[in-house]
């Protein structure tokens, strides 16, 4: 540690270091701020590897490490290889296991650290987590991964089969303009710059595999590489640990958001490791985006209780772990919040403890909120009309969020008018239910296309006709039927709705919205074998698809529920 006059005073007796090195195995040198408290000798470490300037240290989520050094913590904020002031180069995740276990390496023998560390961080530096844990390093405790995700194609940038189109190519437009101005790369930072204020523009090019700030010479090819490796390969096995999550053997504090887009990572995260038998792992599923976390999601307001302190509950999760003060002994395996209620539910276990069925009916015109589509509780007993809706690439069904994929909750009546997409509706509810789960879709249904996509939207209908957004399923035909896909041909489609909570109160009506895009949120299925990233209106192709109800084809939505 650094003489005391060398080190800044924060106030309280909280002291920083600043520009901090550690060199890794390979030589090359990182830097890490380090606040120290009031007192000296040893302390528990807290870790945070990030690649958007250690400065920040996510305080837009997070309180600034003064103050946990406050409580009593050694903190380090470490900028990632070929960020801020650490050296190398940049490329997403492929290096933070080995340089997160030579950091903690480093960090266990440091003068104020007395061997026990716990890492935290959201997003980018929740995956330093578990890449990190994954290697299994000296003298880490404890995690507390927030809204990320250990599969990074499932639970990051491709769901079921489709790319997160907006959220990819805005947050590669984000770190490549870094790497441009890293590199001096004066053209390809202009037009990044320009990009990056005009997100919509970026997400609607097509191909969008060939976007022009992609060409310029000397840029790193991650955002490219994304694009083309749109199946779960190598190139992903060699970027995250979901072939070895059960290597990470640490009590974990995992949090999402029901809007973030890495949601379903999230909560992967903590069922795995909870069904691979490794003890000591909490959720804590909020009803947040991913910045901030506050009591706002789109234009439903949440309630004085979305204000959640979660820093006090990091700080008691750290507590008991690296200081032994037994404070979450009382805490729940699952806390989550329920929309509707605006209030918190406890559970010892994750999901709903009863199904309810809904089936899809209709007399063959569910198009649009106008139309038959009915979700009832007895199943269809004689064959019914079949619903039909074109689905145009050109023309998509715009994301719940609207042409920008805005996360967060949203009236949908208007997206509802639509012929391009089919609506089914409850009956008012006699009494309230309590949908806590992945929700989970089987259509039997046609596509006259070559590849496809089928949508599912659970929308919560008020009694003043307010439609609210509650969740969303994608399903890719390649994805999901892979070479057992026939056009024109019934199929069942069974596949699951992103998780939620949620009540339906009385007089509420529960809706399910059937389409075959949801642009820009997921990218536009061509219809023809051809990847979606190179794919224009040149070989776009339009296709006519059909869902059945009928004894022998029952289309359903089963929502796991709470009694």
């Given at each position: 540690?650094?003489?005391?006059?060398?080190?800044?005073?924060?106030?309280?007796?909280?002291?920083?270091?600043?520009?901090?090195?550690?060199?890794?195995r390979?030589?090359?040198?990182?830097?890490?701020?380090?606040?120290?408290?009031?007192?000296?000798?040893?302390?528990?470490?807290?870790?945070?590897?990030?690649p958007?300037?250690?400065?920040?240290?996510?305080?837009?989520v997070?309180?600034?490490?003064?103050?946990?050094?406050?409580?009593?913590?050694?903190?380090?904020?470490?900028?990632?290889?070929?960020r801020?002031?650490?050296?190398?180069?940049?490329?997403?995740?492929?290096?933070?296991?080995?340089?997160?276990?030579?950091?903690?390496?480093?960090?266990?023998?440091?003068?104020?650290s007395?061997?026990?560390?716990?890492?935290?961080?959201?997003?980018?530096?929740?995956?330093?987590?578990?890449?990190?844990?994954?290697?299994?390093?000296?003298?880490l405790?404890?995690?507390?991964?927030?809204?990320?995700?250990?599969?990074?194609?499932?639970?990051?940038?491709?769901?079921?089969?489709?790319?997160?189109?907006a959220?990819?190519?805005?947050?590669?437009?984000?770190?490549?303009?870094?790497?441009?101005?890293?590199?001096?790369?004066?053209?390809?930072?202009?037009?990044?710059?320009?990009?990056?204020?005009?997100?919509?523009?970026?997400?609607?090019?097509?191909?969008?595999?060939?976007?022009?700030?992609?060409?310029?010479?000397?840029?790193?090819?991650?955002?490219?590489?994304?694009?083309?490796?749109?199946?779960?390969?190598?190139?992903?096995?060699?970027?995250?640990?979901?072939?070895?999550?059960?290597?990470?053997?640490?009590?974990?504090?995992?949090?999402?958001?029901?809007?973030?887009?890495?949601?379903?990572?999230?909560?992967?995260?903590?069922?795995?490791?909870?069904?691979?038998?490794?003890?000591?792992?909490?959720?804590?599923?909020?009803?947040?985006?991913?910045?901030?976390?506050?009591d706002?999601?789109?234009?439903?307001?949440?309630?004085?209780?979305?204000?959640f302190?979660?820093?006090?509950?990091?700080?008691?999760?750290?507590?008991?772990?690296?200081?032994?003060?037994?404070?979450?002994?009382?805490?729940?395996?699952?806390?989550?919040?329920?929309?509707?209620?605006?209030?918190?539910?406890?559970?010892?276990?994750?999901?709903?403890?009863?199904?309810?069925?809904?089936?899809?009916?209709?007399?063959?015109?569910?198009?649009?909120?106008?139309?038959?589509?009915?979700?009832?509780?007895?199943?269809?007993?004689?064959?019914?009309?079949?619903?039909?809706?074109?689905q145009?690439?050109?023309?998509?069904?715009?994301?719940?969020?609207?042409?920008?994929?805005?996360?967060?909750?949203?009236?949908?009546?208007?997206?509802?008018?639509g012929?391009?997409?089919?609506?089914?509706?409850?009956?008012?509810?006699?009494?309230?239910?309590?949908?806590?789960?992945s929700?989970?879709?089987?259509?039997?249904?046609?596509?006259?296309?070559?590849?496809?996509d089928?949508?599912?939207?659970?929308?919560?209908?008020?009694?003043?006709?307010?439609c609210?957004?509650?969740?969303?399923?994608?399903?890719?035909?390649d994805?999901?039927?892979?070479?057992?896909?026939?056009?024109?041909?019934?199929?069942?489609w069974?596949?699951?709705?992103?998780?939620?909570?949620?009540?339906?109160?009385?007089?509420?009506?529960?809706?399910?919205?059937?389409?075959?895009?949801?642009?820009?949120l997921?990218?536009?299925?061509?219809?023809?074998?051809?990847?979606?990233?190179?794919?224009?209106?040149?070989?776009?192709?339009?296709?006519?698809?059909?869902?059945?109800?009928?004894?022998?084809?029952?289309s359903?939505?089963?929502?796991?529920?709470?009694?």
């Amino acid at each position: 540690m650094t003489t005391k006059s060398n080190l800044i005073d924060c106030g309280d007796g909280v002291k920083l270091e600043r520009g901090v090195a550690a060199i890794m195995r390979d030589g090359i040198k990182l830097v890490s701020d380090h606040y120290y408290p009031a007192v000296t000798g040893r302390f528990p470490t807290l870790l945070m590897r990030q690649p958007y300037g250690r400065s920040i240290a996510s305080t837009v989520v997070y309180a600034h490490p003064v103050w946990f050094a406050r409580a009593g913590y050694h903190v380090v904020i470490q900028d990632v290889r070929g960020r801020g002031d650490s050296q190398g180069d940049f490329y997403p995740f492929r290096n933070e296991g080995a340089d997160g276990f030579d950091t903690l390496s480093w960090l266990v023998n440091h003068p104020a650290s007395n061997g026990k560390i716990g890492m935290y961080g959201f997003s980018y530096q929740g995956m330093t987590q578990w890449l990190a844990a994954a290697e299994q390093p000296p003298g880490l405790v404890v995690i507390a991964p927030w809204m990320t995700a250990h599969d990074l194609y499932e639970g990051w940038f491709y769901h079921q089969g489709t790319l997160r189109l907006a959220d990819t190519v805005g947050w590669g437009i984000q770190m490549l303009r870094e790497d441009a101005r890293r590199r001096q790369l004066t053209a390809a930072s202009a037009e990044l710059e320009a990009a990056w204020l005009q997100p919509r523009q970026q997400a609607y090019f097509t191909p969008y595999g060939e976007l022009p700030i992609l060409a310029h010479n000397g840029l790193p090819s991650y955002l490219r590489d994304w694009f083309e490796h749109h199946t779960r390969d190598d190139y992903w096995k060699q970027l995250d640990i979901a072939d070895r999550l059960k290597s990470v053997r640490l009590p974990a504090l995992h949090l999402s958001g029901w809007y973030d887009p890495y949601l379903r990572g999230s909560i992967s995260g903590f069922r795995s490791l909870s069904a691979a038998g490794v003890p000591h792992q909490y959720l804590l599923a909020g009803p947040w985006v991913h910045i901030p976390f506050g009591d706002r999601v789109g234009d439903m307001s949440l309630g004085e209780l979305a204000q959640f302190d979660t820093n006090q509950l990091l700080l008691r999760w750290f507590n008991h772990w690296l200081k032994g003060t037994n404070d979450f002994s009382e805490e729940p395996v699952v806390r989550h919040f329920v929309l509707g209620a605006n209030s918190w539910a406890e559970s010892e276990t994750w999901g709903g403890d009863q199904t309810q069925i809904y089936f899809l009916r209709s007399a063959g015109l569910a198009n649009s909120r106008k139309g038959d589509g009915k979700l009832t509780v007895g199943r269809p007993a004689t064959i019914e009309p079949r619903d039909w809706f074109v689905q145009d690439p050109e023309t998509p069904v715009i994301a719940p969020g609207g042409p920008t994929a805005s996360p967060g909750s949203f009236d949908q009546a208007g997206t509802e008018q639509g012929n391009n997409l089919l609506v089914y509706t409850s009956d008012p509810l006699a009494e309230d239910c309590s949908v806590f789960g992945s929700p989970v879709l089987t259509l039997y249904a046609t596509s006259s296309a070559e590849t496809t996509d089928f949508v599912g939207k659970l929308v919560r209908v008020r009694p003043d006709q307010k439609c609210e957004f509650i969740c969303i399923g994608v399903a890719r035909s390649d994805w999901l039927l892979g070479e057992s896909y026939r056009a024109d041909h019934i199929q069942e489609w069974n596949f699951e709705l992103e998780p939620t909570s949620c009540r339906f109160h009385k007089g509420d009506r529960i809706r399910l919205e059937i389409a075959s895009s949801a642009f820009p949120l997921y990218d536009r299925n061509p219809g023809v074998k051809i990847a979606a990233a190179k794919a224009s209106p040149w070989n776009w192709k339009r296709s006519t698809q059909s869902v059945l109800h009928e004894p022998q084809y029952t289309s359903k939505l089963e929502l796991p529920v709470t009694t």
